[in-house]
Protein backbone atom coordinates (compact mmCIF):
# COMPACT_ATOMS: atom_id res chain seq x y z
CA UNK A 1 0.00 0.00 0.00
CA UNK A 2 1.01 3.54 -0.83
CA UNK A 3 1.26 6.02 2.31
CA UNK A 4 1.92 9.58 1.86
CA UNK A 5 3.65 11.95 4.50
CA UNK A 6 1.33 13.83 6.78
CA UNK A 7 2.66 17.38 7.57
CA UNK A 8 0.46 17.26 10.64
CA UNK A 9 -0.20 13.81 11.71
CA UNK A 10 -2.60 12.40 13.96
CA UNK A 11 -2.02 10.18 16.86
CA UNK A 12 -4.48 7.57 16.63
CA UNK A 13 -5.02 4.28 18.82
CA UNK A 14 -6.79 1.56 17.82
CA UNK A 15 -8.15 -0.97 20.62
CA UNK A 16 -9.92 -4.04 18.66
CA UNK A 17 -12.00 -7.29 20.31
CA UNK A 18 -10.17 -10.66 20.80
CA UNK A 19 -12.31 -11.85 17.81
CA UNK A 20 -10.75 -12.25 14.18
CA UNK A 21 -14.18 -10.90 13.08
CA UNK A 22 -13.73 -7.33 14.94
CA UNK A 23 -9.91 -7.64 14.52
CA UNK A 24 -9.50 -8.27 10.56
CA UNK A 25 -11.79 -5.07 9.48
CA UNK A 26 -10.74 -2.80 12.53
CA UNK A 27 -6.58 -3.62 11.48
CA UNK A 28 -7.14 -2.82 7.94
CA UNK A 29 -9.26 0.33 8.79
CA UNK A 30 -6.16 1.15 10.76
CA UNK A 31 -4.19 0.77 7.69
CA UNK A 32 -6.03 3.46 6.01
CA UNK A 33 -5.06 5.87 8.81
CA UNK A 34 -1.64 5.22 8.61
CA UNK A 35 -1.35 5.00 4.48
CA UNK A 36 -2.40 8.67 5.36
CA UNK A 37 0.49 9.30 6.95
CA UNK A 38 -1.42 9.22 10.27
CA UNK A 39 0.66 7.38 13.57
CA UNK A 40 -1.69 4.45 14.15
CA UNK A 41 -1.25 2.01 17.22
CA UNK A 42 -2.97 -1.12 17.41
CA UNK A 43 -3.75 -1.97 20.98
CA UNK A 44 -3.45 -6.40 21.52
CA UNK A 45 -1.86 -8.96 22.99
CA UNK A 46 1.07 -10.91 21.82
CA UNK A 47 -0.40 -14.01 20.23
CA UNK A 48 -3.23 -11.48 18.52
CA UNK A 49 -0.76 -9.46 16.97
CA UNK A 50 1.33 -12.36 15.27
CA UNK A 51 -1.55 -12.33 13.10
CA UNK A 52 -1.35 -8.54 12.16
CA UNK A 53 0.12 -7.32 8.57
CA UNK A 54 3.96 -7.42 8.07
CA UNK A 55 3.76 -3.73 6.74
CA UNK A 56 6.90 -1.56 5.57
CA UNK A 57 4.66 1.49 6.69
CA UNK A 58 6.55 3.03 9.77
CA UNK A 59 3.27 5.30 10.66
CA UNK A 60 1.43 1.53 11.51
CA UNK A 61 2.70 0.26 15.10
CA UNK A 62 1.47 -2.07 17.72
CA UNK A 63 1.36 -2.18 21.42
CA UNK A 64 0.80 -5.46 23.35
CA UNK A 65 0.15 -6.29 26.88
CA UNK A 66 0.32 -9.84 27.92
CA UNK A 67 -2.82 -11.75 28.12
CA UNK A 68 -3.85 -12.81 31.54
CA UNK A 69 -4.01 -16.66 30.50
CA UNK A 70 -3.61 -17.62 34.21
CA UNK A 71 -5.86 -14.95 35.84
CA UNK A 72 -8.84 -16.43 33.59
CA UNK A 73 -8.06 -20.10 33.11
CA UNK A 74 -7.04 -20.05 29.48
CA UNK A 75 -4.27 -22.15 28.39
CA UNK A 76 -1.33 -20.06 27.30
CA UNK A 77 -2.05 -18.43 23.41
CA UNK A 78 -5.49 -19.11 23.23
CA UNK A 79 -6.27 -15.50 23.31
CA UNK A 80 -9.03 -14.85 20.68
CA UNK A 81 -12.82 -16.40 19.95
CA UNK A 82 -10.99 -18.23 17.29
CA UNK A 83 -9.30 -20.29 19.65
CA UNK A 84 -12.14 -20.93 22.02
CA UNK A 85 -14.80 -23.39 21.06
CA UNK A 86 -17.41 -22.80 23.71
CA UNK A 87 -19.32 -20.47 25.96
CA UNK A 88 -17.41 -20.52 28.57
CA UNK A 89 -14.22 -19.54 27.13
CA UNK A 90 -15.70 -16.84 25.51
CA UNK A 91 -17.02 -15.40 28.51
CA UNK A 92 -12.89 -15.97 30.24
CA UNK A 93 -11.90 -13.95 26.89
CA UNK A 94 -14.06 -11.34 27.99
CA UNK A 95 -12.88 -11.47 31.13
CA UNK A 96 -9.36 -11.08 30.03
CA UNK A 97 -10.43 -8.15 27.98
CA UNK A 98 -11.58 -6.65 31.69
CA UNK A 99 -8.54 -7.32 33.22
CA UNK A 100 -6.47 -5.68 30.22
CA UNK A 101 -8.68 -2.15 30.89
CA UNK A 102 -6.33 -0.84 33.75
CA UNK A 103 -3.15 -1.81 31.54
CA UNK A 104 -4.48 -0.02 28.60
CA UNK A 105 -5.56 2.57 30.44
CA UNK A 106 -2.60 3.26 32.20
CA UNK A 107 -0.45 3.05 29.30
CA UNK A 108 -2.94 5.34 27.33
CA UNK A 109 -3.01 7.94 29.94
CA UNK A 110 0.64 8.11 30.19
CA UNK A 111 0.76 8.25 26.12
CA UNK A 112 -2.31 10.79 24.78
CA UNK A 113 -3.38 10.39 21.84
CA UNK A 114 -5.85 12.52 19.70
CA UNK A 115 -8.38 9.93 19.04
CA UNK A 116 -9.11 6.30 20.27
CA UNK A 117 -11.36 4.10 18.26
CA UNK A 118 -12.11 1.40 20.31
CA UNK A 119 -14.32 -2.04 19.77
CA UNK A 120 -17.80 -1.74 20.99
CA UNK A 121 -17.23 -3.92 23.75
CA UNK A 122 -15.04 -1.75 25.52
CA UNK A 123 -17.60 0.96 26.81
CA UNK A 124 -15.09 1.91 29.36
CA UNK A 125 -13.01 4.09 26.51
CA UNK A 126 -15.77 6.81 27.33
CA UNK A 127 -14.24 7.66 30.54
CA UNK A 128 -10.93 7.46 29.27
CA UNK A 129 -11.51 9.72 26.51
CA UNK A 130 -13.39 12.22 28.69
CA UNK A 131 -10.38 12.47 30.47
CA UNK A 132 -8.14 12.96 28.28
CA UNK A 133 -10.30 15.34 26.55
CA UNK A 134 -10.00 12.93 23.06
CA UNK A 135 -12.61 12.35 21.12
CA UNK A 136 -13.31 8.11 20.90
CA UNK A 137 -14.74 6.61 17.76
CA UNK A 138 -16.56 3.31 18.05
CA UNK A 139 -16.24 0.13 15.80
CA UNK A 140 -18.52 -3.14 15.98
CA UNK A 141 -18.12 -5.09 12.59
CA UNK A 142 -21.70 -4.05 12.50
CA UNK A 143 -23.51 -2.61 8.94
CA UNK A 144 -25.26 0.89 9.58
CA UNK A 145 -28.24 -1.10 9.12
CA UNK A 146 -28.08 -3.45 11.33
CA UNK A 147 -27.19 -0.59 13.91
CA UNK A 148 -30.24 1.33 12.70
CA UNK A 149 -32.37 -1.80 13.52
CA UNK A 150 -31.15 -2.01 16.78
CA UNK A 151 -31.97 1.52 17.87
CA UNK A 152 -35.44 1.79 15.88
CA UNK A 153 -36.13 -1.35 17.99
CA UNK A 154 -34.75 0.08 21.60
CA UNK A 155 -36.24 3.22 21.07
CA UNK A 156 -40.17 1.72 20.12
CA UNK A 157 -39.65 -2.04 21.52
CA UNK A 158 -42.06 -4.67 20.16
CA UNK A 159 -44.76 -5.37 21.93
CA UNK A 160 -46.72 -7.64 19.23
CA UNK A 161 -44.57 -9.87 18.01
CA UNK A 162 -46.00 -12.41 16.52
CA UNK A 163 -46.35 -16.01 18.36
CA UNK A 164 -43.26 -17.16 15.37
CA UNK A 165 -41.33 -14.36 16.99
CA UNK A 166 -41.40 -12.69 13.38
CA UNK A 167 -41.67 -8.62 14.00
CA UNK A 168 -41.43 -6.01 11.85
CA UNK A 169 -39.07 -3.31 12.34
CA UNK A 170 -40.54 0.22 13.78
CA UNK A 171 -40.65 3.85 12.28
CA UNK A 172 -38.31 2.61 9.90
CA UNK A 173 -37.57 3.61 6.28
CA UNK A 174 -38.14 0.01 4.49
CA UNK A 175 -41.17 -2.07 5.96
CA UNK A 176 -38.98 -4.93 7.19
CA UNK A 177 -40.05 -8.25 8.36
CA UNK A 178 -37.79 -10.01 10.51
CA UNK A 179 -37.81 -13.89 10.81
CA UNK A 180 -37.07 -14.35 14.19
CA UNK A 181 -37.31 -12.50 17.52
CA UNK A 182 -33.81 -11.78 19.62
CA UNK A 183 -33.98 -13.29 22.76
CA UNK A 184 -34.19 -10.92 25.75
CA UNK A 185 -30.96 -11.16 26.82
CA UNK A 186 -29.02 -10.10 23.38
CA UNK A 187 -31.07 -7.14 24.08
CA UNK A 188 -30.06 -6.80 27.80
CA UNK A 189 -26.46 -6.97 26.60
CA UNK A 190 -26.93 -4.74 23.43
CA UNK A 191 -28.96 -1.95 24.47
CA UNK A 192 -26.50 -0.51 26.97
CA UNK A 193 -23.62 -1.13 25.00
CA UNK A 194 -25.62 0.75 22.09
CA UNK A 195 -26.74 3.62 24.61
CA UNK A 196 -22.69 4.19 25.57
CA UNK A 197 -21.72 4.37 21.97
CA UNK A 198 -24.20 6.82 20.93
CA UNK A 199 -22.38 8.69 23.19
CA UNK A 200 -19.08 8.90 20.96
CA UNK A 201 -17.96 10.94 18.66
CA UNK A 202 -19.39 8.63 15.84
CA UNK A 203 -19.45 5.21 14.85
CA UNK A 204 -16.93 3.74 12.15
CA UNK A 205 -18.33 1.55 9.79
CA UNK A 206 -16.48 -1.27 7.84
CA UNK A 207 -19.01 -0.27 4.36
CA UNK A 208 -19.86 1.90 1.64
CA UNK A 209 -22.90 4.54 1.74
CA UNK A 210 -24.32 2.67 -1.13
CA UNK A 211 -24.17 -0.68 0.38
CA UNK A 212 -26.35 0.63 3.55
CA UNK A 213 -28.33 3.30 1.32
CA UNK A 214 -28.66 6.94 1.33
CA UNK A 215 -32.41 6.05 3.56
CA UNK A 216 -30.05 4.49 6.44
CA UNK A 217 -27.20 7.05 6.18
CA UNK A 218 -30.04 9.88 6.60
CA UNK A 219 -31.82 8.22 9.36
CA UNK A 220 -28.43 7.63 11.45
CA UNK A 221 -27.53 11.34 10.52
CA UNK A 222 -31.05 12.55 11.49
CA UNK A 223 -33.51 10.59 13.27
CA UNK A 224 -30.92 8.90 15.46
CA UNK A 225 -28.46 11.86 15.23
CA UNK A 226 -25.20 10.57 15.86
CA UNK A 227 -22.71 10.27 13.00
CA UNK A 228 -21.26 7.26 11.16
CA UNK A 229 -18.68 7.15 8.53
CA UNK A 230 -18.12 4.51 6.17
CA UNK A 231 -14.62 3.55 5.70
CA UNK A 232 -14.68 0.01 3.84
CA UNK A 233 -14.92 -2.00 2.65
CA UNK A 234 -11.71 -2.80 4.93
CA UNK A 235 -10.96 -5.89 2.81
CA UNK A 236 -10.53 -4.05 -0.32
CA UNK A 237 -7.67 -2.53 1.28
CA UNK A 238 -5.54 -5.96 0.49
CA UNK A 239 -4.64 -5.53 -2.84
CA UNK A 240 -2.52 -8.62 -3.45
CA UNK A 241 -3.16 -12.45 -3.17
CA UNK A 242 -0.80 -13.00 -0.52
CA UNK A 243 -1.92 -9.79 1.18
CA UNK A 244 -5.55 -11.95 0.74
CA UNK A 245 -4.89 -14.75 1.74
CA UNK A 246 -3.28 -13.69 5.11
CA UNK A 247 -6.51 -11.78 5.50
CA UNK A 248 -6.91 -13.41 9.43
CA UNK A 249 -4.95 -17.01 10.05
CA UNK A 250 -3.24 -18.81 7.78
CA UNK A 251 -5.24 -21.07 4.93
CA UNK A 252 -5.63 -24.72 6.22
CA UNK A 253 -5.82 -25.78 2.65
CA UNK A 254 -3.02 -25.42 -0.12
CA UNK A 255 -4.20 -21.55 -1.72
CA UNK A 256 -2.56 -23.14 -5.08
CA UNK A 257 -4.67 -26.19 -4.81
CA UNK A 258 -7.76 -24.68 -4.32
CA UNK A 259 -7.12 -21.64 -6.50
CA UNK A 260 -6.40 -24.19 -9.67
CA UNK A 261 -9.48 -26.39 -8.91
CA UNK A 262 -11.42 -23.38 -9.18
CA UNK A 263 -9.82 -22.35 -12.73
CA UNK A 264 -10.62 -25.64 -13.66
CA UNK A 265 -14.72 -24.74 -13.68
CA UNK A 266 -16.62 -22.93 -15.78
CA UNK A 267 -18.00 -19.34 -14.35
CA UNK A 268 -20.86 -19.61 -11.78
CA UNK A 269 -21.14 -23.08 -11.70
CA UNK A 270 -19.65 -23.70 -7.58
CA UNK A 271 -21.16 -23.26 -4.49
CA UNK A 272 -19.44 -21.63 -1.76
CA UNK A 273 -20.25 -22.53 1.58
CA UNK A 274 -19.44 -21.44 5.01
CA UNK A 275 -20.62 -19.98 8.09
CA UNK A 276 -17.79 -17.74 9.70
CA UNK A 277 -15.15 -18.31 12.54
CA UNK A 278 -17.90 -19.03 15.59
CA UNK A 279 -19.93 -22.10 14.50
CA UNK A 280 -21.07 -24.79 15.89
CA UNK A 281 -23.46 -27.66 14.23
CA UNK A 282 -25.00 -30.54 14.83
CA UNK A 283 -24.15 -33.59 13.21
CA UNK A 284 -27.51 -33.90 11.88
CA UNK A 285 -27.37 -29.98 10.22
CA UNK A 286 -24.29 -30.98 8.27
CA UNK A 287 -25.59 -34.17 6.86
CA UNK A 288 -28.72 -32.39 5.74
CA UNK A 289 -26.51 -29.67 4.31
CA UNK A 290 -23.94 -32.20 2.55
CA UNK A 291 -27.27 -33.97 0.75
CA UNK A 292 -28.39 -31.01 -0.54
CA UNK A 293 -25.28 -30.19 -1.58
CA UNK A 294 -25.04 -33.26 -3.57
CA UNK A 295 -28.64 -33.61 -4.72
CA UNK A 296 -28.08 -30.25 -5.88
CA UNK A 297 -25.49 -31.63 -8.58
CA UNK A 298 -23.08 -28.41 -8.30
CA UNK A 299 -19.60 -28.31 -7.88
CA UNK A 300 -19.10 -26.75 -4.16
CA UNK A 301 -16.25 -25.78 -1.43
CA UNK A 302 -17.59 -26.25 1.88
CA UNK A 303 -16.03 -25.11 4.84
CA UNK A 304 -16.88 -27.36 8.04
CA UNK A 305 -15.92 -26.75 11.74
CA UNK A 306 -11.86 -28.14 12.24
CA UNK A 307 -13.04 -30.56 14.46
CA UNK A 308 -14.94 -32.51 11.58
CA UNK A 309 -12.90 -35.03 9.28
CA UNK A 310 -9.90 -35.13 11.09
CA UNK A 311 -7.61 -38.34 11.13
CA UNK A 312 -8.70 -39.37 14.55
CA UNK A 313 -12.96 -39.60 13.50
CA UNK A 314 -13.77 -43.10 12.86
CA UNK A 315 -15.91 -44.04 9.61
CA UNK A 316 -19.35 -44.30 12.04
CA UNK A 317 -17.99 -41.11 13.51
CA UNK A 318 -18.00 -39.37 9.52
CA UNK A 319 -21.27 -41.60 8.73
CA UNK A 320 -23.10 -39.21 11.37
CA UNK A 321 -22.37 -35.55 9.46
CA UNK A 322 -21.41 -36.60 5.77
CA UNK A 323 -23.56 -39.28 3.62
CA UNK A 324 -21.90 -42.71 3.50
CA UNK A 325 -18.94 -42.31 0.50
CA UNK A 326 -19.55 -38.85 -0.34
CA UNK A 327 -16.33 -38.15 -0.72
CA UNK A 328 -15.60 -40.63 -2.67
CA UNK A 329 -17.85 -39.83 -5.29
CA UNK A 330 -17.04 -36.10 -5.32
CA UNK A 331 -13.75 -36.26 -5.23
CA UNK A 332 -13.94 -34.26 -8.86
CA UNK A 333 -16.77 -32.16 -7.43
CA UNK A 334 -15.59 -30.40 -4.55
CA UNK A 335 -13.46 -29.61 -1.76
CA UNK A 336 -14.25 -29.88 1.99
CA UNK A 337 -12.19 -27.13 4.34
CA UNK A 338 -11.54 -27.81 7.60
CA UNK A 339 -10.98 -25.18 10.03
CA UNK A 340 -9.67 -21.62 8.22
CA UNK A 341 -10.31 -20.74 4.01
CA UNK A 342 -8.75 -18.65 2.03
CA UNK A 343 -12.22 -16.98 1.81
CA UNK A 344 -11.41 -13.58 -0.06
CA UNK A 345 -9.65 -15.30 -3.04
CA UNK A 346 -12.02 -18.14 -3.39
CA UNK A 347 -15.24 -15.25 -3.45
CA UNK A 348 -13.17 -13.47 -5.68
CA UNK A 349 -12.73 -16.59 -8.17
CA UNK A 350 -15.38 -16.08 -11.63
CA UNK A 351 -16.34 -20.27 -10.57
CA UNK A 352 -18.53 -19.20 -7.56
CA UNK A 353 -21.95 -19.14 -7.96
CA UNK A 354 -23.33 -18.29 -4.95
CA UNK A 355 -22.20 -18.40 -1.29
CA UNK A 356 -24.46 -19.85 1.37
CA UNK A 357 -23.75 -17.48 4.21
CA UNK A 358 -24.71 -16.97 8.05
CA UNK A 359 -24.66 -13.32 7.22
CA UNK A 360 -21.70 -11.95 9.25
CA UNK A 361 -21.03 -8.68 8.64
CA UNK A 362 -17.50 -9.72 7.60
CA UNK A 363 -18.19 -11.90 5.04
CA UNK A 364 -21.11 -10.21 3.65
CA UNK A 365 -18.72 -7.44 2.67
CA UNK A 366 -15.98 -9.50 1.36
CA UNK A 367 -19.19 -11.10 -0.67
CA UNK A 368 -20.39 -8.05 -1.82
CA UNK A 369 -16.70 -6.88 -3.00
CA UNK A 370 -16.43 -9.97 -4.79
CA UNK A 371 -20.03 -9.19 -6.49
CA UNK A 372 -21.18 -12.85 -5.75
CA UNK A 373 -25.02 -13.63 -5.02
CA UNK A 374 -25.70 -15.01 -1.79
CA UNK A 375 -27.90 -17.21 -0.01
CA UNK A 376 -28.82 -15.95 3.22
CA UNK A 377 -29.01 -18.35 6.47
CA UNK A 378 -28.64 -15.94 9.82
CA UNK A 379 -27.88 -17.69 13.05
CA UNK A 380 -27.35 -15.25 15.36
CA UNK A 381 -27.17 -11.82 16.75
CA UNK A 382 -27.15 -8.53 13.70
CA UNK A 383 -27.12 -11.56 11.15
CA UNK A 384 -30.90 -11.37 10.90
CA UNK A 385 -30.62 -7.78 9.95
CA UNK A 386 -28.24 -8.29 7.70
CA UNK A 387 -30.29 -10.95 6.13
CA UNK A 388 -33.09 -8.10 5.33
CA UNK A 389 -30.46 -5.86 3.58
CA UNK A 390 -28.95 -8.54 1.16
CA UNK A 391 -32.09 -10.05 0.08
CA UNK A 392 -35.00 -7.68 0.64
CA UNK A 393 -33.32 -3.89 0.32
CA UNK A 394 -30.78 -4.46 -1.72
CA UNK A 395 -31.86 -7.51 -3.76
CA UNK A 396 -27.97 -9.74 -3.62
CA UNK A 397 -29.25 -12.69 -2.23
CA UNK A 398 -32.16 -15.50 -0.90
CA UNK A 399 -33.41 -16.59 2.23
CA UNK A 400 -33.18 -20.38 3.20
CA UNK A 401 -35.65 -19.28 5.17
CA UNK A 402 -34.70 -19.67 8.71
CA UNK A 403 -36.55 -18.62 11.57
CA UNK A 404 -34.89 -19.66 14.47
CA UNK A 405 -32.30 -16.73 16.58
CA UNK A 406 -29.54 -19.09 17.95
CA UNK A 407 -29.02 -18.36 21.92
CA UNK A 408 -25.44 -18.81 21.36
CA UNK A 409 -22.86 -19.39 18.58
CA UNK A 410 -21.99 -22.17 20.41
CA UNK A 411 -25.66 -23.71 20.43
CA UNK A 412 -27.67 -25.75 17.36
CA UNK A 413 -30.60 -24.72 16.26
CA UNK A 414 -33.66 -26.75 17.51
CA UNK A 415 -35.43 -26.88 14.19
CA UNK A 416 -33.57 -28.69 12.00
CA UNK A 417 -33.02 -27.28 8.29
CA UNK A 418 -34.10 -30.02 5.61
CA UNK A 419 -31.94 -30.88 2.45
CA UNK A 420 -35.19 -30.04 0.42
CA UNK A 421 -35.09 -26.90 1.65
CA UNK A 422 -31.53 -25.51 1.37
CA UNK A 423 -31.73 -27.65 -2.14
CA UNK A 424 -34.57 -25.32 -3.32
CA UNK A 425 -32.58 -21.69 -1.81
CA UNK A 426 -29.56 -23.36 -3.71
CA UNK A 427 -31.51 -23.86 -7.09
CA UNK A 428 -33.31 -20.94 -7.17
CA UNK A 429 -29.57 -18.95 -7.95
CA UNK A 430 -27.66 -21.33 -9.62
CA UNK A 431 -29.61 -23.11 -11.63
CA UNK A 432 -30.13 -19.48 -13.91
CA UNK A 433 -33.57 -18.12 -14.59
CA UNK A 434 -35.10 -14.40 -14.83
CA UNK A 435 -34.25 -14.21 -10.72
CA UNK A 436 -31.26 -15.32 -10.29
CA UNK A 437 -30.23 -13.26 -13.38
CA UNK A 438 -31.17 -10.16 -11.68
CA UNK A 439 -30.06 -10.77 -8.22
CA UNK A 440 -26.51 -11.81 -9.88
CA UNK A 441 -26.19 -8.35 -11.76
CA UNK A 442 -27.65 -6.37 -9.06
CA UNK A 443 -24.45 -8.26 -7.15
CA UNK A 444 -22.43 -7.76 -9.67
CA UNK A 445 -22.79 -3.46 -9.66
CA UNK A 446 -22.65 -3.62 -5.94
CA UNK A 447 -19.26 -5.24 -6.68
CA UNK A 448 -18.30 -2.35 -8.66
CA UNK A 449 -19.68 0.23 -6.29
CA UNK A 450 -17.85 -1.06 -3.49
CA UNK A 451 -14.35 -0.93 -5.76
CA UNK A 452 -15.46 2.70 -6.69
CA UNK A 453 -15.96 3.81 -2.88
CA UNK A 454 -12.40 3.53 -1.92
CA UNK A 455 -10.91 4.99 -5.09
CA UNK A 456 -9.73 8.76 -4.56
CA UNK A 457 -13.26 11.24 -4.59
CA UNK A 458 -15.55 7.66 -4.07
CA UNK A 459 -17.82 7.60 -0.75
CA UNK A 460 -15.91 5.81 1.84
CA UNK A 461 -12.24 7.75 0.53
CA UNK A 462 -14.34 10.97 0.84
CA UNK A 463 -16.06 9.91 4.14
CA UNK A 464 -12.53 9.27 5.53
CA UNK A 465 -10.52 12.54 3.89
CA UNK A 466 -13.81 14.22 6.41
CA UNK A 467 -13.24 12.22 9.31
CA UNK A 468 -9.83 13.21 9.14
CA UNK A 469 -10.21 16.81 8.93
CA UNK A 470 -12.51 16.99 11.62
CA UNK A 471 -10.15 15.12 13.84
CA UNK A 472 -7.59 17.50 12.92
CA UNK A 473 -9.87 20.34 14.08
CA UNK A 474 -10.45 19.34 16.92
CA UNK A 475 -6.97 18.72 18.27
CA UNK A 476 -6.50 22.74 17.01
CA UNK A 477 -9.35 23.53 19.10
CA UNK A 478 -7.82 21.21 22.12
CA UNK A 479 -4.62 22.90 22.24
CA UNK A 480 -6.12 26.48 22.17
CA UNK A 481 -7.92 25.77 25.06
C1 LIG B 1 -13.61 -12.63 8.39
O1 LIG B 1 -12.73 -12.61 7.31
C2 LIG B 1 -11.96 -13.75 7.11
C3 LIG B 1 -10.90 -13.53 6.08
O2 LIG B 1 -11.40 -13.13 4.88
C4 LIG B 1 -12.92 -14.87 6.81
O3 LIG B 1 -12.27 -16.01 6.35
C5 LIG B 1 -13.71 -15.12 8.06
O4 LIG B 1 -14.63 -16.14 7.89
C6 LIG B 1 -14.41 -13.89 8.57
N1 LIG B 1 -14.73 -14.01 9.96
C7 LIG B 1 -15.96 -13.90 10.46
C8 LIG B 1 -16.11 -14.00 11.94
O5 LIG B 1 -16.92 -13.73 9.78
C1 LIG C 1 -6.31 -16.41 17.56
O1 LIG C 1 -5.64 -17.23 18.50
C2 LIG C 1 -4.93 -18.31 17.95
C3 LIG C 1 -4.40 -19.15 19.09
O2 LIG C 1 -5.46 -19.68 19.80
C4 LIG C 1 -3.82 -17.78 17.08
O3 LIG C 1 -3.12 -18.85 16.50
C5 LIG C 1 -4.44 -16.91 15.99
O4 LIG C 1 -3.43 -16.37 15.21
C6 LIG C 1 -5.33 -15.81 16.55
N1 LIG C 1 -6.07 -15.21 15.44
C7 LIG C 1 -6.46 -13.93 15.33
C8 LIG C 1 -7.15 -13.53 14.09
O5 LIG C 1 -6.26 -13.11 16.17
C1 LIG D 1 -20.30 9.69 4.02
O1 LIG D 1 -20.64 9.59 2.65
C2 LIG D 1 -22.01 9.60 2.35
C3 LIG D 1 -22.17 9.36 0.85
O2 LIG D 1 -21.38 10.20 0.11
C4 LIG D 1 -22.61 10.93 2.80
O3 LIG D 1 -23.99 10.95 2.51
C5 LIG D 1 -22.36 11.08 4.29
O4 LIG D 1 -22.85 12.32 4.72
C6 LIG D 1 -20.88 10.96 4.64
N1 LIG D 1 -20.74 10.91 6.09
C7 LIG D 1 -20.11 11.84 6.79
C8 LIG D 1 -20.13 11.67 8.26
O5 LIG D 1 -19.53 12.77 6.30
Known amino acids: MAFEEEPQPLKIYFIPYLAAGHM ?219 EKAERGEKSVVSVHECLSWLNSNPPNSVLYISFGTLCYWSDKQLYEIASAIEASGYGFIWVVPEKKGNEEESEEEQEKWLPKGFEERNREKGIIIRGWAPQVLILDNPAVGAFITHCGWNSTVEAVCAGVSMITWPLHSEQYYNEKLITEVRGIGVEVGVAEWRIS ?67 ASKSLQ
Open 24 to 242: IPLVDIAMLFASHGHHTTIITTPSNAKTLPTTPNHHFRVHTFDFPSQEVGLPDGVENLTGSTDLESSWKIYQASVILRNNIEDFVEQNPPDCIVADFLYPWVEDLANKLHIPWLVFNGFSLFAICAMEALKAHPIVDAHPSGSFVIPNFPHHITINSAPPQFSKEFMDPLLTVALRSHGFIINSFAELDGEEYVNYYHKTIGHKAWHLGPASLTRRTNK
Open 409 to 475: AYRENEKLVSKDVIEKAVRRLMDGGDEAERIRQCAQEYGKKARQAIQEGGSSHKNLTTLIEELKQLK
